[in-house]
């Protein structure tokens, strides 16, 4: 439980050296602290100077009379600051050491330290942003690719949040329909339940897109852990280093480069994958190649995606035959490489049932057509997000799935003509639910959970 009466500083840039840093004190008496110890060359006291605007000075050390450091100083005066409080920035220069003293000065003056997400909190608290923006916060520090950048962005801008709303009113002038019928009983409860029914079904298959929206962007989100197998020599770390754009495996003409699994962050047409490049299959007495062809083995159970490789510039072999059999089952482009000193797979592969994509990785042959396959492997036709209602939030796909259940149990109730009250009973948790949400209802401990992912400053 955050006491908003305090007024709390932190750092809210990142920890660590830097060209500048900065502090931010907010609450009803971050102006008259910072004021006590900065210095504007005019004289001016930020007691008196206008919201949104900036200041020069010093912070001083009140104790030693010393100058900590030569600052700027931003003022935003409620309600038009992130928090919706008095908030003051300090640009200084960054170093843990004048932070530190800075930091301590206010403390001295009377502010309290902020806790992790305390800043955002304050804003939820405070009616600045809704709970689902609050959250976008952390999804937009997260993103590690531009569609998800894209959705934090929507989901901070009130997307979602204007998307609940909506539900919720139907939700509302359905329940309040029900309840004047409750009251008023000589209404003609057939129109009105046939009007309700209408509406609720709409809100119900409304609710299920949204969900259906979370599960489709999934791997937007959260990346794909994507294995690269194949014999050896057939261009596997070649592979990596393509799709990763820097030379991070080391490549070879000699079959048993690779005996680790190399791994790195790609991003394939908007989609993030976690690449392992891993040892090429053959037999072999190496001790250690044997363990980095079981490691090759293991990867391919723990990753979502297969690129299988093969060498195009010989016919099949035992090996690419094995692999072709142990990855069945996979989400797997095959990829027959080396085309450019020809192609000797006579068979066309149709049997895998998986898309083949012919590549001269050493020419760059055919990587963007590998890249747009990857990305239809793993989603689908499904086009780039645009203004689209995308939930990306486990905690949104959660209330919504309990409120579409409740929503589906109203359903139940009324076709069974169950008690008008059992009824508005399963109403009105389907609309608690959608507010827990956006937080127009909440507990301490929705507030902690979603709070506790935040750091420090924000
Ligand atoms: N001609 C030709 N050579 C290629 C192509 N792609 C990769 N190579 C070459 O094939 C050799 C093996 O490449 P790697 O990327 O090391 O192959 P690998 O599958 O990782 O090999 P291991 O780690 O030993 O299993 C290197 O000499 C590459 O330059 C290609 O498209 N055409
Ligand atoms: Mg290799």
Redesign the pocket.
């Known amino acids: 439980m955050i006491n908003q009466e305090n007024t709390v500083c932190a750092i809210i840039t990142p920890p660590g050296t830097g060209g500048i840093s900065v502090i931010r004190l907010s609450g009803k008496d971050a102006i008259s602290i910072a004021s006590k110890v900065f210095r504007k060359k005019s004289g001016k006291s930020l007691n008196e100077v206008k919201t949104h605007s900036i200041h020069h000075g010093h912070i001083l050390d009140l104790s030693s009379g010393e100058v900590i450091d030569e600052v700027l100083a931003g003022i935003m005066k409620s309600p038009h600051s992130y928090t919706g409080e008095d908030v003051v920035e300090i640009s200084c220069h960054g170093g843990p050491l004048v932070t530190g003293k800075i930091l301590e000065v206010f403390v001295r003056e009377g502010a309290g330290h902020a806790g992790p997400g305390e800043f955002t909190r304050r804003a939820f608290l405070n009616g600045r942003i809704d709970l689902a923006q609050a959250e976008a916060v952390i999804d937009l520090i997260n993103s590690k690719s531009q569609e998800g950048l894209r959705s934090a962005i929507w989901q901070l801008e009130g997307g979602i949040s204007r998307k609940i709303n909506e539900l919720r009113d139907v939700l509302t002038v359905a329940l309040a329909s029900l309840e004047a019928f409750i009251d008023f009983p000589e209404e003609d409860i057939d129109v009105i339940i046939h009007d309700i029914e209408g509406r609720i079904r709409s809100s119900v298959e409304s609710i299920d897109k949204l969900i259906d929206g979370y599960y489709r962007w999934r791997p937007f989100r959260e990346g794909i852990v994507t294995a690269i197998v194949?014999?050896?020599?057939?261009?596997?770390?070649?592979?990596?280093?393509v799709l990763l754009g820097e030379e991070r495996?080391?490549?070879?003409?000699?079959?048993?480069?690779?005996?680790d699994i190399v791994d790195g962050l790609a991003n394939v047409d908007g989609l993030p994958l976690r690449i392992l490049?891993t040892?090429?299959l053959r037999t072999t007495e190496d001790l250690v190649e044997g363990e980095g062809i079981k490691r090759m083995f293991k990867s391919i159970e723990s990753s979502e995606l297969v690129l299988l490789?093969i060498d195009g510039?010989e016919p099949l072999t035992e090996w690419d035959e094995e692999l072709l059999t142990k990855t069945d089952g996979k989400k797997r482009v095959i990829i027959i490489?080396?085309?450019?000193?020809g192609n000797m797979i006579q068979d066309n592969l149709d049997r895998y049932n998986s898309p083949v994509v012919c590549?001269?990785?050493?020419?760059g042959?055919g990587i963007e057509p590998l890249r747009k396959l990857i990305r239809d492997t793993v989603v689908g036709g499904v086009q780039r997000l645009a203004g689209e209602a995308v939930v990306t939030n486990l905690r949104h796909k959660n209330a919504l799935e309990q409120s579409n259940m409740e929503l589906n149990n109203f359903l139940e109730a009324l076709h069974d003509r169950l008690p008008l009250e059992i009824q508005a009973l399963h109403l009105r948790g389907a609309l608690d639910l959608l507010g827990e949400v956006t937080g127009v209802v909440t507990t301490e401990d929705i507030l902690d959970r979603v709070f506790s992912e935040f750091c420090i400053g924000k």
């Open positions: 194949g014999r050896t020599n057939v261009g596997k770390s070649s592979l990596l280093n495996a080391i490549v070879t003409p000699h079959p048993g480069t690779t005996r490049d040892a090429g490789v510039s490489n080396k085309i450019d000193k590549t001269a990785i050493i020419n042959e």
